[in-house]
């Protein structure tokens, strides 16, 4: 036992180090909240699609698990309520389009469906379309006036209108349009029309173009090109969506690279009547939640080099998406890369107010997941209450839904560390120590000068080194933490200050530290020896570097970054 007692020290500066850096750890981790959001709450189903949820209007949205339709709805609280529907019929089920009480759908040989649902089953289906053949599937809410939405829905040849009523036939209007690849759409809350932004590829090249489809008769009365999009090989054209800000229309689009597996965001901005003059921009996002950019800078010409931007901007853009907040206005939500420090970087939802039509920094994060949130989705009730969902992905075919609210109830209710954040974080903590293997091979440079002391001591002088243990213990003592004092630079590089608290970052604060361990250790050192038959300075120095190594390097450890050493 006499042996295995000076190992607690050890032990317990290992345990008590080890709790102060897992509070350390979760904070940093979870902390600051993406006020004026809650910290995000995860559903009990997961997505088994790739696609954004679709919201239903006042805290309510739904979307695809396996065989089953999931309705989630929201309290005033934030607090959700999950129910399940089966899917209303077998076979292939693309591109639906859903309401709280009706699903369209493209089913088996590309042919439009319909169910309604009542009570607790869904209504038998019902052709839309005749035909077949259909590639892609569209809606847009409220843009007929006493309709339920207006569906899109495009072949090889052509793009079809119609406007869906609950049990009524649809009549379609019929744009030639052939080679559309995907479209987005969007409500003009000037007139009540519906403004297309659709993407045609035809023999390796790809453009963007608009048209405007009447309010009643979805006849088209306006129909320009917006873009000939030039491509390399190993680019595509991913995803587009469309938003209106009063008579200003925006068009986001982004350009993913099979090559590097990064994706850039461009945005067209146009006035309603005039799309030919579209203006194009890129969507240049900072990286840091507190990168100092100045309004306008997050949209630079088409073409500007990411150096000339002078800011780190992203390059990961995915699945921007329009929000109406309020009615006649829009806001842009996009997921795009977030660097917290030197080892915290995710991908998270940002939502970028839109002025002209233009987007304006700096973009507030809406969620703070440190993980991978994309496929945003942001929707306003009338009250101005925000509600947002995202995916992320799991790596078997399926995704977590996370869902946020703006409800002071709720982020009252979420924006708290759990016990579950902490154990994540104490699971993580020994990764990190191992860097103190590294940072180690610092501390052998303290005990360069007491060393070669009490080994020139000991060989020339070697009475007066058993005679006065005391004496040269305090001698080289003093030496050693003069040499640490002087090398103390090596654990103040600014990759370790980055990850610091502020109230620990000052000269001072360190010397505090360092001046507590040294205490701490030498205590230990005399409790241990003080009842030793023969003292023997270096005996004694040996087990007092030891123990102040051991502290020093697991505190600072958790700070230090092996590109530093």
């Not at 076979?91 to 309401?99: C, E, H, P, R, W």
């Not at 009523?165 to 559309?180: F, H, M, Q, Y």
């Not at 213990?473 to 030496?479: K, Q």
């Not at 360092?514 to 120095?541: C, F, M, P, Q, W």
């Given at each position: 036992m006499g042996k295995w007692i000076r190992v607690i020290p050890f032990a317990a500066?290992?345990?008590?180090?080890?709790?102060?850096?897992t509070v350390l750890l979760a904070n940093e981790r979870i902390k600051p909240y993406p006020n004026p959001f809650g910290r995000a709450t995860v559903l009990a189903h997961p997505a088994t699609a790739a696609e954004t949820v679709q919201m239903l209007g006042e805290g309510a949205f739904a979307y695809r698990s396996g065989d089953s339709l999931v309705m989630v709805?929201?309290?005033?609280?934030?607090?959700?309520?999950e129910?399940?529907?089966?899917?209303?019929?077998?076979?292939l089920f693309s591109d639906a389009q859903l309401t709280a009480d009706s699903a369209v759908w493209i089913g088996d040989g590309g042919k439009l469906y319909g169910?309604?649902?009542?009570?607790?089953?869904?209504?038998?289906?019902?052709?839309?379309?005749?035909?077949?053949?259909?590639?892609?599937?569209?809606?847009?809410?409220?843009?007929?006036p006493g309709s339920d939405r207006v569906l899109l829905r495009y072949d090889e040849q052509a793009l079809y209108a119609g406007v869906y009523r609950k049990g009524a036939e649809v009549t379609w209007s019929k744009l030639d349009l052939p080679n559309i690849s995907s479209l987005a759409a969007?409500?003009?809350?000037?007139?009540?029309?519906?403004?297309?932004?659709?993407?045609?590829?035809?023999?390796?090249?790809?453009?963007?173009?608009?048209?405007?489809?009447?309010?009643?008769?979805?006849?088209?009365?306006?129909?320009?090109?917006?873009?000939?999009?030039?491509?390399?090989?190993?680019?595509?054209?991913?995803?587009i969506a469309v938003g209106s800000d009063r008579s200003v229309w925006t068009a986001a689009y982004t350009i993913s690279s099979s090559k590097s597996g990064k994706s850039y965001a461009r945005l067209l901005t146009f006035p309603g009547d005039r799309p030919q003059a579209a203006e194009e921009i890129r969507l240049d996002l900072p990286v840091k939640r507190d990168a100092a950019v100045p309004a306008g800078s997050a949209a630079v010409p088409a073409g500007t080099s990411d150096a000339a931007t002078g800011a780190d901007v992203s390059d990961t853009v995915l699945h921007p998406a329009f929000v109406a907040n309020p009615p006649g206005t829009s806001e842009l939500v996009v997921s795009s890369v977030?660097?917290?420090?030197?080892?915290?970087?995710?991908?998270?939802?940002?939502?970028?107010?839109?002025t002209g039509g233009k987007p304006q920094l700096p973009a507030a994060l809406v969620s703070h997941s440190a993980g991978f949130a994309d496929y945003p989705a942001l929707a306003y009730d009338g009250q101005g209450h925000a509600l947002a969902v995202w995916l992320e992905p799991k790596g078997d075919d399926s995704y977590l839904v996370h869902y946020t609210s703006n409800l002071e109830p709720y982020r009252t209710?979420?924006?708290?560390?759990?016990g579950a954040d902490y154990q994540r974080s104490a699971e993580t903590l020994p990764l990190l120590w191992g860097i103190?293997?590294?940072?180690?091979?610092?501390?052998?440079?303290?005990?360069?000068?007491?060393?070669?002391?009490?080994?020139?001591?000991?060989?020339?002088?070697?009475?007066?080194y058993d005679n006065h243990p005391a004496l040269h213990f305090g001698i080289s003592l003093g030496l050693y933490l003069a040499s640490k004092l002087v090398l103390l630079g090596d654990y103040r590089k600014p990759q370790a200050l980055e990850l610091m608290p502020p109230a620990v970052q000052s000269v001072a604060a360190h010397l505090a530290i360092v001046a507590l361990i040294a205490v701490l250790a030498y205590v230990s050192t005399k409790l241990l020896h003080r009842d030793a038959d023969y003292r023997n300075a270096g005996l004694e120095l040996l087990y007092f570097v030891a123990l102040d190594i051991w502290m020093t390097n697991l505190w600072f450890a958790y700070f230090m970054s092996p590109a530093s050493l």
């Amino acid at each position: 036992m006499g042996k295995w007692i000076r190992v607690i020290p050890f032990a317990a500066a290992a345990v008590i180090i080890g709790l102060i850096q897992t509070v350390l750890l979760a904070n940093e981790r979870i902390k600051p909240y993406p006020n004026p959001f809650g910290r995000a709450t995860v559903l009990a189903h997961p997505a088994t699609a790739a696609e954004t949820v679709q919201m239903l209007g006042e805290g309510a949205f739904a979307y695809r698990s396996g065989d089953s339709l999931v309705m989630v709805t929201t309290d005033a609280e934030g607090n959700a309520a999950e129910t399940t529907r089966p899917l209303p019929a077998p076979g292939l089920f693309s591109d639906a389009q859903l309401t709280a009480d009706s699903a369209v759908w493209i089913g088996d040989g590309g042919k439009l469906y319909g169910a309604e649902w009542s009570g607790s089953a869904w209504s038998a289906m019902r052709l839309l379309a005749e035909g077949g053949g259909m590639k892609g599937l569209s809606a847009v809410g409220g843009g007929v006036p006493g309709s339920d939405r207006v569906l899109l829905r495009y072949d090889e040849q052509a793009l079809y209108a119609g406007v869906y009523r609950k049990g009524a036939e649809v009549t379609w209007s019929k744009l030639d349009l052939p080679n559309i690849s995907s479209l987005a759409a969007a409500s003009d809350p000037t007139d009540g029309g519906v403004g297309v932004v659709y993407a045609t590829e035809h023999n390796g090249r790809v453009s963007l173009g608009f048209v405007k489809l009447a309010a009643r008769s979805l006849q088209p009365v306006l129909q320009s090109k917006l873009k000939e999009v030039e491509l390399a090989s190993y680019n595509r054209l991913e995803h587009i969506a469309v938003g209106s800000d009063r008579s200003v229309w925006t068009a986001a689009y982004t350009i993913s690279s099979s090559k590097s597996g990064k994706s850039y965001a461009r945005l067209l901005t146009f006035p309603g009547d005039r799309p030919q003059a579209a203006e194009e921009i890129r969507l240049d996002l900072p990286v840091k939640r507190d990168a100092a950019v100045p309004a306008g800078s997050a949209a630079v010409p088409a073409g500007t080099s990411d150096a000339a931007t002078g800011a780190d901007v992203s390059d990961t853009v995915l699945h921007p998406a329009f929000v109406a907040n309020p009615p006649g206005t829009s806001e842009l939500v996009v997921s795009s890369v977030y660097v917290k420090n030197r080892r915290l970087t995710s991908q998270e939802v940002y939502r970028i107010g839109l002025t002209g039509g233009k987007p304006q920094l700096p973009a507030a994060l809406v969620s703070h997941s440190a993980g991978f949130a994309d496929y945003p989705a942001l929707a306003y009730d009338g009250q101005g209450h925000a509600l947002a969902v995202w995916l992320e992905p799991k790596g078997d075919d399926s995704y977590l839904v996370h869902y946020t609210s703006n409800l002071e109830p709720y982020r009252t209710r979420t924006d708290k560390l759990t016990g579950a954040d902490y154990q994540r974080s104490a699971e993580t903590l020994p990764l990190l120590w191992g860097i103190a293997l590294l940072t180690a091979l610092l501390s052998l440079k303290w005990i360069v000068l007491p060393a070669a002391y009490l080994l020139v001591l000991y060989t020339l002088r070697e009475a007066h080194y058993d005679n006065h243990p005391a004496l040269h213990f305090g001698i080289s003592l003093g030496l050693y933490l003069a040499s640490k004092l002087v090398l103390l630079g090596d654990y103040r590089k600014p990759q370790a200050l980055e990850l610091m608290p502020p109230a620990v970052q000052s000269v001072a604060a360190h010397l505090a530290i360092v001046a507590l361990i040294a205490v701490l250790a030498y205590v230990s050192t005399k409790l241990l020896h003080r009842d030793a038959d023969y003292r023997n300075a270096g005996l004694e120095l040996l087990y007092f570097v030891a123990l102040d190594i051991w502290m020093t390097n697991l505190w600072f450890a958790y700070f230090m970054s092996p590109a530093s050493l």
